[in-house]
């Protein structure tokens, strides 16, 4: 499986973003999303994960009810849209999937096998 993310950029501390990220390869529906981002000098933490049926999510305290993960199977793709963006919110995110069984919902970033690029999101103040 290959990841592409993208929709990083320049945002006021408020303002929106939407990251979106591309999968190919394997059979989509089988894997559990996640979005995750790192501070330089500090460990990944997970933002968000959305499981195969797209049922259960997993939100990082630090993002509940400003973020939202989402899914499309057919089109391959996920995307988390981030609104009333903080400074504290500055990071590489990186989505990633793993391949699942229905009852298994990882939501720590060893869990994940297969990660994008990564994609820079600055929120200034």
């Known amino acids: 499986v290959q990841l592409q993310a993208s929709g990083g950029g320049l945002v006021q501390a408020g303002g929106s973003l939407r990251l979106s990220c591309a999968a190919s390869g394997g059979t989509f529906s089988y894997y559990t999303v996640g979005w995750f981002r790192q501070e330089p000098g500090k460990e990944r933490e997970t933002v968000a994960a959305l499981g195969r049926g797209s049922g259960r999510t997993y939100y990082g305290d630090s993002v509940k009810g400003r973020f939202t993960i989402s899914r499309d199977n057919d089109k391959k793709m996920v995307y988390l849209q981030m609104n009333s963006l903080k400074p504290e919110d500055t990071a590489v995110y990186y989505c990633?999937?793993?391949?699942?069984?229905?009852?298994?919902?990882?939501?720590?970033?060893?869990?994940?096998?297969?990660w994008g690029q990564g994609t820079l999101v600055t929120v200034s103040s």
């Open positions: 990633a999937v793993v391949r699942t069984i229905m009852t298994v919902f990882p939501t720590t970033p060893d869990a994940y096998t297969y």
